[in-house]
Every structure is written in C-alpha cells, then in structure tokens.
C-alpha cells in the first residue's frame, strides 16, 4: 500500500500532468511508497475519492489547475467526510494565490503555494514521522534547478507511447505581461542543458516522439534553443512532432535557418500575440515589437513548414471590439493555421486586477474568470465574441474547411465571420454539439442565402473540404456524391490528427 498518493485531474487523457512527476521524482527515500494516481475532466468526485482512498494512503497531494478546481474542492470535500485521518495536501497555480478566498484551502490539511518539488517531499516526511507543521499555508520555495531531480524517468511506457510527454528546459518568464500568472515571475531559469539533453535523449530512445516543451518563452536564448532544434533535426523521423511556445519578436537567423529544416508536420509553434494594439500592450505591460513580430510571422509561413498557432485575446483593458477586430484581420492576413480568440480571464494573483475598477472589468466569480463586460465591450458584445471564438475553433482552426474559410472571410474576415456567427447563433441557439454534416450545410446556407454567393462554386468549394475532412455522411446541398476517406500524413504523430489537416 503506497503511504503518498500523488493525484490531479487532467484537462484530457493525453496531458500527461509533468507538476506531479516532478513531486515524485523528488520524494527520496519515500518514492518507493509513493504512486502516481490520474483522472481526467469529466471524472465524479465520489469515484475519485473511492478509488483513492482504496490505495489505503496516509497522506494525498492533489495538484489543483484553474480546469479542475471545481470538482476537485468536491474531491476534497468527500475525502474529509469520509477518511478525515487521512492527511490532505494541495498544491499548484490555482490554490498559489489568494488562498484566503477559496473554500478548498480551507477544506485541505495543508497547501503549498508555489513550486512544490522539494517542499512536498519535506512535509510527506514530517507527516510520515508523525509531526502535524502547525503552518496550513506552507510556501514552497524556489530551490535552485540543480537541487531538483529531472522528472521524466516518471513517464511510463503508456504514457510514451500514448500521451504528450511535457518538458521544460526553463522555468519562469522575464517579461510582465499582466494577464499572465508568468509575469510574477522575476526571470526565467534554464535547468542544466547537458542533463535536460541527456533526459531527452532518454525519452526518445524509450520511443517518446511527441514532445511539449512548458517552457514559456522556448527562443528566449538562442544558444540553447539551437541546441534543441539540432537533436530533433538529428533524429527526424516520420512520427516526430514538437511543440514550442515563442515569443513573436525575437528569431534570430540561427534559429530561423534551423527551423527551416524540419519537415512539415513535425514542428509547431505557438505565438502569443495577445493584442497587437500598442496602448493596450502598454497599459498590461506587455513588451511586443509589433513589426518584428509581423515579419517573423510571415517568414515563418513563407520559409517554414512549421505549424502556426496564434494566440489573439479579447477584452483586454482598452481594447474595444473595433480595434480587436482589426487586430483579427491584421493576423489572418498573415496566413497562421490557426487563430486561438481567448476571452481574457482574471487569473487568481496576476496583476491584471489592478484595471478592474478604472476599467469596469466585470468578471465571472467562477472559473474560468472570463471576462463579461468592460468599459469598452458590454456583455452582449462579450458574448458575441465568445461564439465568434467558439466557431472560429469549429470551422476556421479546424482545417476542415479551407476553401469554405476564404469565402466566409472574403476581403473582411473579421466582420464577416462575426456576420456569420451571429446569424448561425440566431439559426441554432447552439454553440457545440453541431453535426459536421449540419455545419457544413450551414456554412453553404451563410454564402448562397445571406450573401448571395453563386451556389454552384460555393457547393464545389464545400463539396471538396467535406470529402478532404474524411467525414462519410451525406451534405444536402450535394446528395448522391461520392465521398473519399482523408488522407492523413502516415506516421503523423499521435494527437496531431488537427494538425495534419493543415498539412499542404
Ligand atoms: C500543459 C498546460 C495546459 C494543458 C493541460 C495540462 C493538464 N495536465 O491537463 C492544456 C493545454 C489543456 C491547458 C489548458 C489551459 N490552461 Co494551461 N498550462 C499548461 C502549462 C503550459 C504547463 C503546465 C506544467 O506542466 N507546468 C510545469 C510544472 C512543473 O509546473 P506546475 O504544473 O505549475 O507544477 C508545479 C507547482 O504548481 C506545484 N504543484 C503542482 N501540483 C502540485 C500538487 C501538490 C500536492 C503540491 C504540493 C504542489 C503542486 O509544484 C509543481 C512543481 O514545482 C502551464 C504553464 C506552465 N509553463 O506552467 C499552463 C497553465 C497551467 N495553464 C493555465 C491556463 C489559464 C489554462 C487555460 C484556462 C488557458 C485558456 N485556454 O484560456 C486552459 C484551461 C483548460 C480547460 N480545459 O479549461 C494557467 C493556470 C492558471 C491556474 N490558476 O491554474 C497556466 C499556469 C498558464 C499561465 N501562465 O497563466 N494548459
Ligand atoms: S504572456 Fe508569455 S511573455 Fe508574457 S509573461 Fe506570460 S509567458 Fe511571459
């Protein structure tokens, strides 16, 4: 019977949570009595609870995240009611910050607030020995990244072979982008590179091939990120893919004469653009060079075959639907495969919070803490946005609809795609749950009924991104059509099936 139990809830399957290897791989001589325990979204606290406490544990840490806090204050809540000896310990972003506020602090025995590599490991012993810390609150300290134990030992064969294997060469971040619970960081640490390259290469001789690296700003140090690029260059294989999260405006040649060399479908990027409108990046204290960043962007889809993620966020302080709209369109002009529209959200501890007064920021009390309504963009119009990112998600980042996305977006892509959401929005009521079929046949209505478009192009246009999606059912607008299956890249990394639609 493990006396540790280390557990979280996942957003889905394939993350593979990296905070609770580090938490194991740092328990020293209490590793052999401690196990990993994971469940995903969707999982029942009273499940959960059952199946851990059948592990007869003394003590459980839980990792709580802004996805999970919710069912896991019901986990906590279960797990005193029923095994009140057994000692409760939380930790992680979520329960880092405003810790007074929350009902789950005060449900849980102990909580660690920040890092928690060493400091877990140190209670567990207390606890064990029989010592109650009279702290509740224990801040967890940031040693330095030589006293912590590489963690990636702890993935397991299924893990290798089935779920995204995180990594992180960096921790932190320099910059002070208010939003973001990074920007209380005072730096970024890089951990050791010879021992972080040595874990890779172990990883990937276990057959790892899909790789995320957590580091915040991955080109924050050319040297190091060179040093990266060339390993996975060096072992390019059919299922490799890398994911990297970059800042937009700062690629310097060496990296940039690196990334041009891997194949397509094996690298992408996700870039924060956030706003691009400079008072608005001056009032959340966020440092962009806009036209570096443009520039960058283009070459990167011009000279690259990486993967383009890009990260848009509406309602920041300042920002009103106008100007977030231009920042749309001057995005998609430069042709990224995918737009991700965030609706900002007031996470616990960042300093996002000091606009809430001078800028009527009104936000939701429950997570996500999104935001509903500024002084620039009332509640209805906040909404709007929402279903406009929702669909974007469904229609123009999902690769399914490449032909069908240049027609809907036209020459205005941001008001005409907002045209469309709100006339499919009136014509459903619904945002999920809409049939491939149905949405297809809705996008064809949009361009032949609402802006006239000539039906015969708009039905070959749509006919060949249905047969191009793989889907095997019939669309009204073309019955009796033969349907091919897609053809996905063989050997495309597990996970990356989106990706590989917005393959050339
Ligand atoms: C991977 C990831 C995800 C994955 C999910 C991962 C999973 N396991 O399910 C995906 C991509 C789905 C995701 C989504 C989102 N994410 Co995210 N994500 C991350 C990311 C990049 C890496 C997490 C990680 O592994 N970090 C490395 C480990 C070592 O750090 P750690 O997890 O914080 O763990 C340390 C401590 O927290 C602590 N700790 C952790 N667990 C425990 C347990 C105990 C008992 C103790 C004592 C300590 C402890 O010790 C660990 C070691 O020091 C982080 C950013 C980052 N680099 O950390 C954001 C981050 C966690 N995400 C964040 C956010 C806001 C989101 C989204 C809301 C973004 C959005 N779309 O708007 C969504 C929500 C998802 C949903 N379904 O609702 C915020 C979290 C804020 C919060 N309060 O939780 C972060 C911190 C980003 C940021 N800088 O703002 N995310
Ligand atoms: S948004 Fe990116 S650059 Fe800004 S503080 Fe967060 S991690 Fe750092």
Request: neutral net charge; charged residues 25%.
């Amino acid at each position: 019977m493990p006396a540790v139990l280390l557990s979280t809830i996942n957003a889905r399957y394939v993350h593979a949570s990296l905070g609770l290897r580090y938490l194991a791989a740092n328990m020293g001589a209490l590793r052999a009595e401690t196990r990993i325990v994971e469940f995903m979204l969707g999982a029942r606290a009273v499940d959960m609870a059952e199946q851990l406490l059948a592990c007869g544990p003394r003590v459980i840490g839980l990792g709580v995240y802004i996805w999970n806090v919710e069912e896991t204050t019901r986990l906590v809540a279960h797990l005193k009611a029923v095994a009140p000896e057994v000692v409760v310990v939380i930790g992680g972003p979520e329960v880092s910050y405003e810790t007074d506020a929350q009902r789950i602090c005060e449900l849980a025995d102990y909580v660690v607030t920040g890092w928690g590599d060493l400091a877990f490991a140190a209670l567990c012993r207390k606890l064990l020995e029989g010592e109650r810390p009279a702290e509740r609150i224990i801040v967890g300290g940031q040693p330095p990244l030589g006293e912590i134990r590489l963690p990636y030992a702890e993935f397991n064969e299924e893990d290798i072979a089935r779920r995204f294997i995180y990594v992180e060469a960096s921790r932190g971040c320099p910059f002070k982008c208010e939003f973001c619970l990074s920007s209380l960081d005072k730096t970024a640490w890089a951990f050791d590179l010879d021992a972080f390259m040595d874990e890779l290469e172990a990883l990937y001789d276990r057959g790892a091939r899909h790789f995320r690296f957590v580091d915040r700003t991955f080109n924050l140090k050319t040297a190091a990120g060179l040093r990266i690029l060339e390993f996975f260059l060096e072992r390019l294989d059919e299922r490799l893919f890398v994911h990297f999260e970059v800042i937009p405006d700062h690629l310097p040649d060496k990296l940039k004469e690196a990334i041009a060399r891997f194949p397509a479908g094996s690298l992408q990027f996700e870039v924060g653009i956030q706003t691009w409108n400079a008072d608005v990046q001056a009032a959340i204290s966020r440092r962009q060079d806009n036209a570096k960043s443009e520039a960058n962007l283009r070459w990167l889809r011009s000279a690259s075959s990486a993967l383009v993620h890009v990260d848009l966020i509406a309602g920041l302080p300042g920002e009103d639907l106008e100007s977030f709209g231009r920042g749309f369109d001057r995005l998609y002009a430069l042709e990224p495969h995918e737009i991700q529209v965030g609706i900002l959200k007031r996470l616990r501890g960042t300093p996002i919070a000091r606009h809430t007064e001078a800028h009527a920021m009104r936000y939701n009390p429950d997570p996500p803490y999104n935001v509903l309504q500024t002084d620039r963009i009332g509640f209805a119009d906040m909404q709007r946005i929402s279903r406009f990112a929702r669909y974007w998600e469904i229609v123009g980042n999902s690769g399914r609809f490449r032909r069908g996305l240049r027609l809907l977006a036209g020459e205005a892509p941001y008001a005409r795609f907002m045209q469309f959401s709100d006339w499919l929005y009136a014509r459903t009521g619904k945002t999920h749950e809409i049939a491939l079929e149905r949405l297809f046949e809705h996008v064809h209505a949009f361009l032949t009924t609402e802006l006239g478009a000539s039906v015969e192009p708009v039905s070959a246009a749509l006919l060949a991104d249905y047969e191009a999606s793989g889907a095997r059912g019939r669309v009204s607008f073309m019955p009796g059509a033969v349907l091919r299956p897609e053809r996905v890249r063989s050997g495309t990394a597990r996970g990356a099936l989106r990706q590989a639609r917005h393959l050339p």
